[in-house]
């Protein structure tokens, strides 16, 4: 059911270092990013792939995580993502970055559903600097990061939870390192 792969579709923050990601499975989740809706089916966007060990640790070095959490190191050493796609636009194909901002949170879901339905699961990561990115990649000049997605093997727990009396939709860990994630409530986002 579409409903338990949105449920286990979690932000992982700690991964299975020993299980590498193949560039195969890489290319099922971009498969499933072709298919996906774009603003008039100009479909601006260009993949790359990490699975190889240097050119992943190239890309954790690049990506920043869990700001919710700065007292923490996330991922733990030694539980970071063992793949990486970096969601491109192709500036030739269309200039304007702006207007593709929705298209690239469509690409980004559905690349990681798929990766769910694989038994493995990501983190989207916007925060990164574009241009050191392009660099330490050697992208073409007009080829620009609008999102990182990190993959591997989920290996943390991650419960959802109701947003408390207080309001608040902050994550949180508890002492053993669980990650809880509170949700609005279905009644009180229904206008
Ligand atoms: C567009 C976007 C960018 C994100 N960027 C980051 C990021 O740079 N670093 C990070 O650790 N998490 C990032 N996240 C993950 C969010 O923190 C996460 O979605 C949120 O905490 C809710 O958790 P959940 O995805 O498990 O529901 C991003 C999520 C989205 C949708």
């Known amino acids: 059911m579409l409903i338990d792969l949105v449920r286990k579709n979690r932000s992982f ?3 299975d270092h020993s299980r590498k990601i193949t560039k195969e499975e890489l290319l099922c989740m971009v498969e499933a990013a072709r298919l996906c ?3 008039v089916n100009i479909q601006p966007f260009k993949y790359y792939l990490a ?3 240097d050119k992943v640790f190239i890309l954790q070095k690049e990506t920043h995580w869990a700001r919710g959490l700065p007292e923490m190191t996330l991922p733990h050493p030694g539980k970071e993502p063992t793949a990486f796609i970096v969601i491109c636009q192709d500036q030739r194909i269309f200039e304007s970055l702006a207007r593709f901002q929705k298209d690239v949170g469509i690409v980004a879901q559905t690349m990681l559903l798929q990766a769910v339905e694989m038994g ?4 989207m990561i916007g925060n990164f600097n574009a241009a050191s990115v392009k660099e330490v990649l050697g992208l073409e000049e007009q080829m620009h990061p609008l999102l990182i997605v990190a993959v591997g093997k989920p290996d ?4 959802l939870t109701d947003v408390g009396e207080g309001g608040s939709t902050s994550y949180y860990r508890d002492d053993e390192d669980r990650h809880y994630v509170p949700k609005r409530a279905l009644d009180d986002i229904i206008l």
């Open 37 to 39: 809706p774009s603003s």
């Open 13 to 15: 923050r700690g991964y």
């Open 156 to 159: 943390e727990e991650i419960i």
């Open 51 to 53: 699975y190889e060990e």
């Open 120 to 123: 493995l699961g990501g983190c």
